[in-house]
Structure formats: structure tokens, C-alpha cells
């Protein structure tokens, strides 16, 4: 992970930032640009993402018993 502090410097107090470090070699993003899409293409994208995640087919956090 990059510049972890830029979350949790000052952040909330009852967060367990140190699982952040634990997490860093399974963190995977995928980044949908909106620049130059209508609000219809966002939705759709959005949409299908979040298909695929429910499926296991793209990214997302799934955290695990630390």
C-alpha cells in the first residue's frame, strides 16, 4: 500500500489501522473513469463492477479473521 497515512493519520480512533499492513498483499482496486461518460454509462459501469465482484470476477476487499 502506498501513503497509508494519508487515511489513517488522525482517522478514528476505535480503527484497527495496523490490519491495513496486513491487507496490502491481497489489495487489488479497479478504477472507473467517469470523465467523459454520461450518468446512464457511470450507472451501467458501476453496475457490471459490481456484478463481478459478487461473482469473484473483479476485484474487491474481502477481509479475512486477522
Given amino acids: 500500500l ?3 497515512h494519508v487515511i ?3 482517522g478514528w480512533e476505535p480503527m484497527r489501522w495496523e490490519r491495513l499492513q496486513a ?3 491481497d489489495w487489488q482496486m479497479h ?3 467517469t470523465t467523459d461518460m454520461s450518468r446512464r454509462d457511470v450507472g ?3 453496475l ?3 456484478q463481478r465482484a459478487l461473482t469473484g470476477d473483479a ?3 474481502r477481509v ?3
Fill in 59 to 61: 476485484p474487491a476487499l
Fill in 8 to 10: 489513517s493519520d488522525a
Fill in 44 to 46: 451501467d459501469a458501476a
Fill in 2 to 4: 502506498h501513503m497509508t
Fill in 31 to 33: 478504477t472507473i473513469d
Fill in 23 to 25: 491487507l496490502s498483499t
Fill in 48 to 50: 457490471d463492477w459490481c
Fill in 64 to 66: 479475512a479473521n486477522i
